[in-house]
């Protein structure tokens, strides 16, 4: 199946257009505990995905996150990877934004091994959004990343 044009539920990911300045504390290995990175969003493929292009200022750090609706289940599909090797695959947990809230379930592969993760983005207001990223480790949930994420006027 082909799609001619924007599926209407990428209405959704229009706030996340643009470039964000990001204040990363993070708790994984190899990362500094307390970063800045910048990223830009923009949709790519006739507005049927939207590609999230992050990097890093303080070391040698690059992450792609895409993102797009997925007909056939009726939520978002992302896909992510880096130049460090880690990549992974999430879904939304239902249609969109709930509560100013949209939470991605999923896998993220590491060089040790694959784990669960939970990714939830919380618009705090039309400039702002955080990015708060869990891993599954046993049976406990561990929150590996908090990014505090600020639109840059360009």
Not at 1 to 12: G, I
Not at 61 to 82: A, E, H, L, M
Not at 98 to 108: A, C, H, Q, S
Not at 138 to 146: D, F, N, R, V
């Amino acid at each position: 199946m082909v799609l001619d044009r924007k599926p209407e539920q990428n209405k959704e990911l229009d706030f996340l257009v643009g470039t964000w300045k990001l204040d990363v504390k993070a708790s994984v290995t190899g990362l500094p505990s307390e970063s800045q990175m910048v990223g830009m969003i923009y949709p790519i493929h006739d507005g049927i995905w939207y590609q999230w292009d992050i990097q890093s200022l303080m070391r040698a750090g690059r992450i792609t996150w895409i993102c797009g609706w997925n007909p056939s289940k009726s939520n978002f599909q992302v896909y992510f990877y880096d130049n460090h090797g880690v990549h992974g695959v999430e879904s939304s947990v239902g249609p969109g934004w709930e509560d100013d809230r949209l939470r991605f379930t999923g896998t993220m592969y590491l060089p040790e091994g694959e784990v669960d993760v939970i990714d939830e983005f919380t618009r705090i207001d039309e400039n702002c959004f955080h990015d708060d990223v869990q891993i599954l480790l046993g049976k406990e949930w561990k929150q590996i990343l908090h990014a505090e994420c600020h639109r840059l006027v360009v």
